[in-house]
């Protein structure tokens, strides 16, 4: 038994079984239904029983899933930056989360397109604790990250996902997608947690912690939806916090959210991939020789590559002007878009909650203030 098993992907030779297990599933039929869009079950069934591997998987099926979805829920999707990286060559994804499936599927769909190395990509197990969801993660090539355990399990389990990453990127060639943080970011805060990099430096062995990151080939990535298609959903939460209040997640809650995410409307999309970080790299070791400074000051690097090409969508300038009752960044939404906007806080949120509309507004104009930091600071 390989000790990667508890977390990986299926391997190729398990595909056709694992499909198999699934292809008579009610959720299996929902999600072929909506990618093969008025073709009769046998069409989807045929292919299905003759996918032998995850590339046959997620180019025949995820693929135009994902594409169904951009053409039902979105305005389309924009890029930039993907010129840059180089075709057959494995990297390591850092990124903004702000969608539990949507974010690395979209990542995804651009890399096939740019003839780039497709991910494996990390998901909660939290969010696959059914048969059916654990079967199609693993087709779609996620590997697990185990929650909720005690500190020595964790730290257990931390060990064998960074060992994972490390043979994902190195000797598999692979890439590999991970969020900045744990879980997805509420409040429009997108900041990278330093225990992400504490876990993949776990395994760099030998090699100092900065050189086994420049082996990773560190690449931050931001995504930004002009509309957040779960942003009502993640208010109980936000607010939980907001009055220090311990938050207890419903039972179908995950599920919810990610259906949410797959089907809401998210009008225009934007993901830009950064390039690797290696001159920073090399900044940092000149900088500091104490490894918590290290961590830090990676995270730092992370956080301005992604806050500095977040894309920002009138959305963004509206909930701003809205927060701080100004009209600073009229010139860069119509008045149609702003009374969308409002009408969609209005359906959302109690507006008589004066602290859920604030929470609600933060969520899309802290991307704003983290972006005026910087040109401030320029």
Known sequence: MSKFDAIRPYYDAEVNQAILSAI???????????????????VWKEQLKRTHSIRDFQINFAYKAVKKVLEKSSDGLSTSGFE????????????NH????????????????????????????????????????KLNRNFLVQRGLPPRELLESSKLMSEYIGQLLLRENRSVWIAQREGRTKDGNDATHSGVLKMLAMASGEATML????????????ISYEYDPTDALKMPQLMAEANAEKYIKDKNEDFITLLSGIIGQKKRIHIHVGEVLTNEIDKIACEFDNTNKQIQALAQVIDDAILQTYKLWPTNY???????????????????????????????????NPQMVEGFLAMYANPVVNKMKYENAG
């Open 318 to 352: 509206i909930a701003y002007d809205l927060l701080f009752k100004t009209d600073q960044f009229k010139a860069f939404y119509t008045e149609n878009e702003k009374s969308l906007f409002e009408r969609r806080l209005e359906m959302r949120i109690d507006e008589t």
């Open 211 to 222: 050189d086994y990151f420049k082996k990773l080939k560190i690449v931050p990535v931001s």
């Open 98 to 137: 702000r969608d539990i499936i949507l974010d690395t599927s979209l990542l995804n769909v651009c890399l096939h397109e740019h003839g780039l190395v497709m991910t494996a990509s990390a998901i909660g197990d939290n969010l696959v604790k059914k048969d059916f969801l654990k079967t199609l993660s």
């Open 84 to 95: 840059k990286l180089e075709p057959n060559t494995s990297y390591l994804f850092i990124s």
């Open 24 to 42: 008579n599933h009610p959720m299996m039929k929902a999600l072929m239904n909506f990618a093969y869009e008025n073709e009769d079950d046998s």
